[in-house]
């Protein structure tokens, strides 16, 4: 790893849509995107072994050089030293988990069909072999909230460069310190893998990712952050001559609810681990619980109250603040909402927690204005006298990442516990039970993503073993020899991977 | 299966858009959609195996039907009774491979992460299960020529309905009568094997089709057709307040490229296959071969003018006729192309094979227009005299269904050769080697698919095993108790089936 990155980064926060200034930055954006269709080339092409030796070293660069990005992180986004460890560890563990998955031959698919005459479709079969290639460059927005998980190297940096897709960040404008410091690291890492130039590149500035997204070359673009930036992407995408796939994370609520028999049995428990994940990093995290559903009359709503011992610290940045301001206000001013608990923020500069309540009648009234997501430490409270309220307050939510129930064993017996698990799993990428979703494991099993407006393209995930598949297609060989076939497809199994063979599954012969 | 259909057909051909008709009309498709949003808990939440009894059923009714339908679909869409026949074969034999899938547990992709402390993440990792669920209610549009395979109970109806998910089709124009008798026969069925009503209803007609496709309750939409209409429904889903996928097959030309060692080597035997795959159903495929490359003064011009003899037959119907007419019309006057071939239609009006011939630097200069797909016996031979110049030529193609090499053994190492079928892979779903396009078959490893305009969503197919995962989403339970778990997901297997187990593949346990 020697010598600097050859890192392009173009900065045209100071160039408004007409100028001159923004002509040049075109065409620099334009030269980014056409270098990483050529890259495309070659990084798709790098066997599942060399992309995994890059990620891992990629890894390895970022924990070497885990203080000094740790500090402009600090500084940047006001998030805390201890959460902001834990996140760039998450975030090279991410790296080397792919880097795992890509070794075990996980991300091909493979699958080979013999040639068959008797095959029982009424002509005979021939030889078909199919796995998943990369769709080309990819794009990603990076999010604000998660400065080294969801930005520069996170998941979907990470899950692109591991499907073989180079990877054009769009910086976000709350940490650009840390994304032009995080960049460096990983380019070096690159280039001292031998990956082709252009495999990643970082642009900042709207207009700049815009251009990005409808150069003709790009073939898919991830997003993570609000309802309205998102969309607009979306829609962008979606207008193309080509349309691209656009893996957009917008917006979720996570509502939770709580049975009676929870309520009764474990009321500090269940209050005290909503508003430790109410408050965690603030409140800005896309998993926060915005919404708790209890019984009316339970002992957790006096235990809400209890919040001014709760930490929080400052706010990411100067926009996100004006903009949780006006939630407060909203919320304050709301005449169907009560204030059950606020806080003022220590240590100075910080938000405290607020939380509003309702009743489950009001809410059910009101709840296109009442079950929106206000980014920051606040939630609402909604109180329920019948049991099949809380399916019917679900009813009114739109798509969401996660729905939480909190439960006691004899509930799951309970016909109205059980349509709201029912509901829940058709609102919701992950159902929860007695458990908070702050936190989103990067594992085989995750499923990060919903239906809109939690996502943009609910059958993928942002987080866990399947995001890389957002960034493959598959490809069909008929008749090939083996001279011409993929490694991962020639009847010999160089790879020594599991394929799916005359439609057995797991072969490894 | 006693007692007629429930069946719903609306038609709305003689409605137009804005009058008393038109209205009625509206509100018995949303009746039609909100069905088929209630009947989606029902049907989704049916185990894999009575989803397969119930496919199984289907395709033993369309079986018992064959005659008369088979009657009905030679006189509406004018194709020969063989290929009828082998193509209702084809269909019931999909149906019943999706079942097979479905009860070898192949569709749920069940992962299972234990509970572990010690997760290297940094975190401990929670218990995680993960398997896909049925997607909602999905819309069929119907394509024209495959009144079987790709209609009413086709490929599409068969992927939806096995993921878990109710089907409206939108019947195709072209054969009306057939989709009205198809639909009775899986209607009976369904209902004989105690499907939820609203499991599946047609409808016919533009407007009804676009009132479907904007419903708030519809989830997923297929399309099989033009690029025009394809690409318009395709911005009407992603417009929707919350958009759906919609995977549209719209266009593709299938490129067909012969190395000068196998135009040498077997001139008569791929001109004749070409002839063949041309003038198969009077060219209505959406895999036809419409340009064939190959190198200029081989023996293989000669014989492609061997056409007299081929059979082919009349067109699907008049709108498909006079938009063939216009094809010939430009192709015939157009200063950049050489008439090689014309056949006289036999029998009375059928339409016989036109050849066309360019070179491959006229083809070069004039891509965007010579590239294009006609629909019908025609197609466009380009020669070449430098073998490189296959390369440049393919490079002008956009996203295709598939691309074709025909070449000799001692061609694999031919660096131009394989630089072909490496950007073959990059443009299009399926590439065959000394193959035809046009056979599709039903099978694990096939992709019927490909980057854009073939379709708008490269990621997946519409023919194969895979065909069922563009109907289906994840969802991960979190910390859930066995008895809410579904029973894939169930810590004792009751199904069976092949899971993911804290990342070992394939457990049965």
């Known amino acids: 790893m020697t010598g600097g990155p050859d890192l392009t980064v173009v900065d045209a926060a100071s160039a408004p849509a007409a100028d001159a200034a923004r002509v040049d930055a075109d065409a620099v954006v334009d ?20 992309r995994a030796t890059a990620l891992r070293l990629v890894a390895d660069a970022l924990d070497d050089s885990a203080g000094s990005l740790i500090s402009i992180a600090m500084r940047e986004t006001n998030l805390l030293e201890g959460r902001l460890k834990g996140e760039l560890a998450r975030t090279t563990f991410q ?21 068959d005459v008797n095959w029982p479709m009424g002509a005979p079969r021939p030889d078909l072999r199919r796995h998943l290639v990369a769709v080309g460059p990819a794009l990603v927005f990076a999010a604000s909230n998660f400065p080294f998980a969801f930005s520069v190297a996170g998941g979907d940096t990470a899950s692109a460069l591991a499907a073989g897709c180079p990877v054009i960040v769009k910086a976000h404008s709350g940490h650009v310190e ?15 893998v031998g990956a082709p130039e252009g495999t990643f590149a970082l642009v900042t500035g709207t207009e700049n990712g815009r251009r990005a997204l409808l150069h003709p070359a790009l073939k898919a673009a991830s997003f993570t952050g609000s309802i309205a930036g998102g969309r607009a992407l979306f829609d962008l995408a979606a207008s193309r001559e080509e349309p691209i796939p656009f ?14 028999a929870a309520a009764d049995t474990r009321a500090t428990e269940i209050a005290a681990g909503f508003l430790a994940a109410v408050a965690g990093s603030s409140g800005q995290l896309c998993t926060k619980p915005g919404v708790l559903v209890v019984p009316a009359g339970s002992p957790l709503l006096a235990e809400l109250q209890e919040i001014q011992q709760l930490e929080t610290h400052r ?50 009234e009101h709840a296109a204005e009442l079950a929106e997501e206000h980014f920051g430490p606040a939630a609402v409270v909604v109180t329920y006298n019948d049991e099949v309220d809380q399916v019917r307050i679900l ?61 943009t393209a609910p059958a993928t995930t942002s987080v866990g073993a399947a995001a890389v598949f957002r960034f493959l297609r598959p490809v069909a060989y008929q008749g090939f020899p083996e001279a011409l076939l993929p490694d991962g ?5 160089p790879l020594g991977i599991p394929r799916r063979v005359d439609g057995a599954v797991g072969v490894t012969r």
């Open 95 to 115: 790296l080397r988990f792919f880097a795992d998955e890509l070794e075990a031959g996980q991300l091909s698919q493979a699958t080979i069909d013999h040639a």
């Open 178 to 192: 840390l994304s032009v410091a995080t960049a460096a690291v990983v380019t070096t890492a690159l280039r001292a």
């Open 489 to 493: 497809l020639k009847e010999a199994n």
């Open 247 to 260: 893996f957009g994370e917008l917006g979720s609520v996570n509502p939770v609810f709580v049975t009676r």
């Open 315 to 364: 706010l990411l940045n100067a926009r996100i603040e004006s903009g949780f301001e006006r939630s407060l206000e909203w919320l304050h001013g709301n005449p169907k909402l009560t204030t059950l608990a606020h806080a003022d923020g220590t240590p100075a500069g910080a938000r405290g927690l607020s939380l509003y309540s309702t009743d489950a009648n009001t809410f059910l």
């Open 395 to 455: 009813r009114e939510f739109a798509g969401q990442l996660t729905v939480s129930v909190f439960g006691e064993e004899a509930d799951t017996a309970i016909e109205s516990v059980r349509e709201l698990v029912q509901l829940a799993q058709e609102k919701a990428g992950r159902v929860l039970w007695n458990q908070w979703s702050t936190g989103v494991s990067v594992t085989y099993a995750q499923q990060h993503g919903g239906p809109y407006p939690a996502t």
């Open 31 to 50: 030269q980014l995107v056409d270098r990483a269709a050529r890259a495309s080339r070659v990084w798709g092409a790098t066997s599942a072994a060399g």
